[in-house]
């Protein structure tokens, strides 16, 4: 019985180190070619109007107050010849809006809204004395999902993008993150840029002044595991159109799309779950549509530095995860849907949901065998070796890719320390983070609902 | 059991080591790279007066002799051209052709495409035209990528190349507008002029491009042309060449602005209103008032802007506010009546 487990265990974890050696691979590739580009050149272009597309910035906010102020000015400041900033103030029961009111000098404005979404009502509307392109949105409480759709009933560009309230976007980031929708006369509907944890960084008045690594252990490794997730992950599905996952925290979509796949949905993980109906909508009419991921722009976002926080963080996620595939589930394995009911929606269901659990069930099957001893000892050892290479081997890839192509450290004290941390990986974080995910698990088949808010201090000085 | 033990136990330490050695060879890199980069900042702040005092007064700047001082001042260059006025980019040039030219000739061949484009770029900015014949070759071999093939387009219609036109009938599929728009930005006039000639020898996507820069570039002698167009049956035609003229603001005969605004199309509508709200043609408020309760939500929010922009806007946006029988006319009115006193 044991050992049927064991070789289960064994087996799947080998097919999934294959499959994430193909993605490794086409990200290197992928990354190394461009290696060395020019930073700015490709985009000088863009800064010229007539040729940019506009972009309307949503910023749903719900609570707050401490980091409002620095991610509205640090879109303040992009470099993007054309877009607007909508903040949604979600029924905060915080001092949001009063700071929003106080900080950029708001008044009442009246404004047409298209209710090409349903939302709840809205209580008013603002604009900015000090910023012509910056409006404030009152409503009542409705999630997230709730937020977003409202905003984008109120812009008035054909992109929208979707900003988490407590992130910074660096300058370039939207010239970036556009010039794939402009350069393929926009074929692309949606595009992505990576996320990274901000802890740790010198970040004033909304711009990232000094890239650095922090000194808490348990943000070092969220910085490795972001790394694996952006660089290794959606590099390599997105060469392949297979994207299921444009962050939440920095993605620019279509309005008009968006309003054909009926808008965000209340579901926990309301990015990824768009992107799915976006997938979904090419191929039922057949478009010929594309969702990138660009690997570059990035916008920084401050991550859970307790267990707590960072263990409610994974629940959610990962019962997000579980609403997404579970509301998409006709898609599954369906060729149909082409590539993405055959690959991407088994990757995500068999790989990023059921993994945990079956490696719950390793770690477990490696406690007992050391228990039971004699012939067993051999199974833990074999399947502890299967977890490093799973685990750790695939983090230090995924740093060295990094150091290799991006580059975004640059002191050498980082790196060295990010590549001693994955080395850690496989003995402590990821059998926690296992733990948590299998716990969303259960939560997701109890249907328990919530947040789990982290309480935020705010990235910026 | 022990055998595939023994096996895997194998791969673990071998691909830790192998990771390991990589893991070491970066970290060398990178050390060498940052002492490298801060002797190229080294010199850059070294040739900072060197090289404003060459571009103001011609003083004389010495040869770079390390890969560290030709990018030091390829960097400082490129930032000049782009903050100083034109007077300096002939010596810009001139320097660029004296000290540079074999450094960006060696970088056009290097075997990363990163490399090459930044090449390329500089080339351009630096507006090195003896580079053309090299160019011309890069852009005929096989190996050369789509990136850099458009790259090299948009020179080729910057240096005046004598054979864009023949070029430009030949390249991939997968060249889009935006591309050829930012091609055809770069033409000179008479190429232009060539490329509307045989407009209707052209794919979609070169047609729509040629109209849009029409107006972006205010290209007045074409404007005929985008008259013809406006009488062309395909909408999209009709619809762009609006909006090229819209851009442009020229004034349109009335009969021939009410044809387009009662069109069964609504982009055609909006560009036509868009047109309207530019010469301010008060002739045909009438109708602009019709199109306050059009259907379509973005043309009742353009007939309203037009509205505005009439003399007298505001208050004929205050009758419709307060006496209109349609309830989204009376809100849009609204709407475009705070943003007119706003800018008051």
């Not at chain 1, 070796?385 to 685990?391: E, H, K, P």
């Not at chain 2, 000049?80 to 002939?90: A, R, S, Y």
């Not at chain 2, 045909?284 to 309203?304: C, E, G, N, T, Y």
Request: hydrophobic residues 45%; charged residues 25%; neutral net charge.
């Amino acid at each position: 019985m044991i050992k049927l487990a064991a070789m289960f265990v064994f087996f799947f974890m080998i097919a999934v180190i294959v499959f994430y050696t193909f993605l490794l691979i086409v990200s290197f590739i992928q990354l190394r070619r461009l290696y060395e580009l020019d930073e700015w050149e490709p985009y000088e272009e863009m800064l010229d109007v007539s040729y940019t597309k506009p972009v309307s910035i949503l910023v749903p906010a719900y609570n707050e107050e401490a980091g409002i102020f620095a991610t509205v000015r640090s879109l303040l400041s992009i470099e993007y010849p054309e877009y607007e900033i909508v903040v949604i103030n979600d029924g905060s029961t915080d001092d949001t809006l009063e700071r929003l009111k106080r900080d950029f000098d708001l008044i009442p404005m009246k404004r047409v809204i298209r209710q090409q979404l349903k939302t709840k009502p809205i209580r008013a509307v603002y604009r900015s004395r000090k910023f012509s392109h910056l409006f404030v949105i009152d409503k009542e409480n409705g999630g997230k999902a709730d937020a977003l759709n409202a905003g984008i009933n109120f812009s008035s560009y054909p992109y929208v993008c979707s900003i988490d309230g407590d992130s910074v976007i660096e300058r370039r980031a939207f010239l970036k993150v556009m010039k794939p929708i402009i350069d393929s006369d926009e074929e692309v509907i949606a595009s992505g840029g990576s996320v990274r944890i901000a802890n740790g960084c010198d970040i004033e008045k909304g711009e990232v002044i000094r890239i650095a690594l922090s000194r808490q252990p348990l943000v070092v490794m969220q910085v490795i595991e972001y790394l694996r997730a952006f660089l290794m992950g959606r590099i390599g599905l997105s060469r392949h159109n297979l994207l299921l996952i444009v962050s939440g925290a920095f993605g620019v979509f279509s309005k008009q799309w968006v309003i054909r796949a009926g808008g965000y949905a209340h579901t926990v993980g309301e990015d990824m779950e768009l992107v799915v109906r976006l997938h979904r909508l090419i191929k039922e009419t057949n478009a010929d549509k594309k969702i990138v991921y660009v690997p570059d722009p990035v916008c920084w976002t401050e991550a859970p530095e307790s267990m707590s926080d960072l263990r409610k963080q994974r629940r959610r996620w990962h019962r997000g995860l579980f609403e997404s595939l579970w509301l998409h589930r006709r898609m599954w394995f369906n060729p149909r849907y082409g590539s993405i009911g055959l690959i991407s929606m088994p990757y995500f269901l068999l790989i990023e949901f059921f993994g945990p659990v079956v490696e719950l069930v390793g770690y477990i099957l490696i406690v007992i065998s050391l228990i039971l001893g004699d012939i067993y000892i051999e199974f833990a050892i074999l399947l502890f070796l299967v977890s490093v290479l799973y685990g750790s081997i695939f983090s230090m890839a995924a740093v060295l890719l990094e150091e290799w192509t991006i580059r975004k450290f640059s002191n050498v004290s980082d790196v060295v320390r990010l590549f001693f941390y994955s080395l850690t990986e496989t003995l402590w974080y990821r059998p926690l983070t296992v733990l948590w995910r299998c716990e969303g698990i259960v939560d997701a088949l109890l249907k328990r609902k919530g947040w789990g808010e982290m309480k935020r201090k705010g990235v910026s000085k | 059991m022990s055998d595939s033990l023994v096996l895997f136990a194998w791969i673990v330490i071998s691909l830790s080591l192998l990771l390991t050695a990589i893991f070491s060879y970066l970290v060398t890199q990178k050390v060498k790279e940052n002492r490298w980069r801060k002797e190229v900042e080294s010199y850059k702040s070294l040739y900072e007066p060197i090289l404003l005092r060459y571009l103001f007064d011609g003083q004389h700047v010495p040869a770079p002799l390390v890969s560290a001082q030709y990018v030091a001042m390829i960097e400082l260059l490129d930032h000049f051209i782009l903050v100083l006025d034109n007077g300096v980019k002939e010596r810009a040039t001139l320097l660029a052709e004296q000290y540079l030219s074999t450094y960006l000739q060696k970088q056009l061949h290097h075997r990363r495409l990163g490399r090459r484009m930044n090449a390329l770029f500089y080339i351009e900015d630096f507006q090195l035209t003896s580079f053309l014949p090299e160019l011309e070759k890069r852009y005929d071999d096989k190996e050369t990528t789509m990136m850099e093939k458009r790259q090299l387009l948009k020179m080729f219609a910057l240096f005046r190349h004598p054979h864009v036109y023949e070029y430009m009938k030949h390249v991939d599929e997968s060249f889009t507008q935006f591309d050829y728009r930012l091609i055809l930005s770069r033409m000179d006039d008479h190429t232009f002029t060539k490329m509307i000639d045989y407009f209707f020898d052209w794919g979609e996507k070169m047609q729509y491009a040629l109209i849009d820069m029409i107006g972006i570039m205010q290209k007045l002698p074409h404007v005929s042309f985008l008259l013809t167009l406006l009488r062309h049956e395909q909408s999209e035609y009709r619809i762009r060449a609006l909006k090229a003229l819209a851009e442009m603001a020229f004034p349109l005969e009335d009969d021939q602005l009410r044809i387009h605004l009662h069109s069964q199309v609504w982009q055609e509508r909006l560009m036509a209103l868009r047109l309207c709200a530019r010469i301010r043609q008060h002739t045909l408020i009438d109708i602009i008032k019709q199109l306050m309760k059009d259907q379509v939500f973005s043309v009742r929010s353009q007939a309203a802007e037009a509205l505005l922009r009439m003399p007298n806007g505001l208050a004929m946006l205050e009758q419709i506010a307060q006496t209109s029988d349609d309830p989204y006319a009376r809100d849009m009115a609204i709407e475009w009546l705070e943003r007119g006193r706003e800018n008051d």
